[in-house]
């Protein structure tokens, strides 16, 4: 069945610090991937998407991740994360069939002055 | 730009009761998809509609029903409401242009809480 894998529940960086945000994923055909953010009781906002091309993909907020086919990883990226950066992030997978979207449990980023 | 619109926003009811939710997709677009996030949960598929026919159905209560009008809007209509029916309801919708995949854009949400 097709699943994502957020290993990290939480994760607590220093503003300034760089960011890694793992995500694996198990799907048997083409992966639609998308990183999406949501600030407490908010919506879902896309950060980024990678759908075909170049495996390192650019999004909004400075944000980028870079997909391995071989390692079935999607993980996001910042170099300098800002107090403003903090919220929850979901990684998902779109399904060929249907189109529908499965989501990781997500990671709640803490950042820290 | 247009964007995915729901209402209401947020609803309080009584368990037992019913809701409806309504979704308005961006214009031309013919596919709306249904999730529900529960507190501290990722969002789960409910149900998706293309061109006013049920395209997929993920793990939608029994109680739950739902459909696509005319116009593209769709309405999540939920009866005998339980508290566990408390989440955050997101709407989507994408165009069906009959491309491998076609990328979803999100509502704001409809908050229900069931007290």
């Known amino acids: 069945a097709q699943s994502v894998t957020q290993p990290d529940i939480h994760i607590t960086v220093s503003e300034g610090a760089s960011l890694e945000l793992r995500c694996n994923y198990s799907?048997?055909?083409?992966?639609?991937l998308f990183w999406y953010v949501q600030s407490p009781g908010q919506g879902l906002q896309l950060l980024l998407k990678?759908?075909?091309?170049?495996?390192l993909v650019q999004g909004i907020k400075g944000f980028e991740a870079e997909f391995k086919r071989s390692q079935s990883s999607f993980n996001l990226r910042k170099p300098s994360v800002h107090w403003s950066d903090a919220a929850e992030y979901f990684c998902?997978?779109?399904?060929?069939?249907?189109?529908?979207?499965?989501f990781g449990a997500g990671t709640i980023l803490r950042v820290k002055s | 730009a247009a964007g995915v619109i729901q209402s209401p926003r947020h609803l309080i009811k009584e368990k037992r009761e019913t809701a409806t939710l309504k979704c308005y997709p961006i214009?031309?677009?013919?596919?709306v998809y249904w999730y529900q996030q529960g507190p501290g949960q990722d969002p789960q598929f409910l149900i998706s509609?293309?061109?006013?026919?049920?395209?997929d159905k993920g793990s939608i209560p029994d109680r739950f029903s739902a459909q696509q009008f005319s116009d593209y809007h769709s309405e999540l209509n939920m009866s005998s409401l339980e508290l566990g029916d408390s989440a955050l309801y997101f709407c989507?919708?994408?165009?069906?242009?009959?491309?491998?995949?076609?990328?979803?854009?999100f509502g704001p949400g409809t908050r229900l809480t069931v007290l």
């Open positions: 989507a919708s994408s165009p069906g242009t009959g491309a491998t995949y076609n990328e979803q854009f």
């Open positions: 799907y048997g055909a083409t992966p639609y």
């Open positions: 990678y759908f075909s091309g170049d495996t």
């Open positions: 998902a997978v779109g399904m060929e069939y249907g189109n529908k979207l499965v």
């Open positions: 214009p031309r677009h013919d596919t």
């Open positions: 509609f293309y061109e006013k026919m049920q395209s």
